[in-house]
């Protein structure tokens, strides 16, 4: 594999999709294959944990979301960082559900995947039963899309609209993805 240089049109880039669709993988590949810095919106969320002292996120989230109240204060920073962060920096790729309302200037890519693969593929990640797999997944994307409807007015943030690469992962390796990608950056 010739390793000559790609010139990418775009050089901010976010991967969004629902949990299983491969943002992890592709995210990691391609900032590799494009020597790019590679981040999560997670990354930013775990930041933001030790900053408060917390050892880990869910302890923070725990803690936000304690007997029903809603502290949106963290999930504000977390955008307020990644928007800052797109604002201020370059060849990255960012990925993570709201990137691309947060960072609309980027080249935005969507992920899609068949459910029933995203929920087998999210099992065998966290060594889990498919089913536990499908209900957790479920639930925790309910909460996400309340939350996006109630902050953001985001009616679905994995609606094709906000993007302007949309890709199904469900038949295709990580690396047939990272090509296609590629392809539309160059």
Do not use: W
């Not at 590799?32 to 917390?54: M, N, Q, V």
């Amino acid at each position: 594999m010739g390793m000559h240089m790609i010139m990418p049109k775009h050089t901010k880039i976010t991967l969004g999709g629902l949990s299983g669709t491969g943002k992890g993988t592709v995210a990691a590949l391609l900032a590799k294959r494009l020597g790019f810095s590679c981040h999560s919106a997670g990354d930013f969320f775990r930041e933001i944990a030790r900053e408060r002292g917390y050892d880990s996120v869910l302890a923070l989230q725990e803690m936000i979301h304690k007997e029903g109240e809603e502290d949106t204060s963290v999930d504000e920073m977390v955008d307020a960082r990644t928007r800052m962060f797109g604002a201020s920096h370059d060849r990255f790729i960012v990925e993570g559900r709201l990137c691309a309302h947060m960072i609309p200037q980027a080249f935005n890519i969507l992920l899609t995947c068949a459910d029933e693969l995203r929920f087998a593929r999210i099992a065998s990640r966290e060594g889990i039963q498919l089913s536990v797999a499908r209900a957790e997944t479920e639930a925790r994307e309910r909460l996400y899309s309340n939350a996006y409807k109630k902050f953001y007015n985001i009616e679905s943030y994995a609606d094709p609209k906000h993007y302007d690469l949309v890709i199904d992962t469900s038949a295709i390796l990580p690396d047939e993805i990272v090509e296609r990608i590629i392809k539309a950056l160059t």
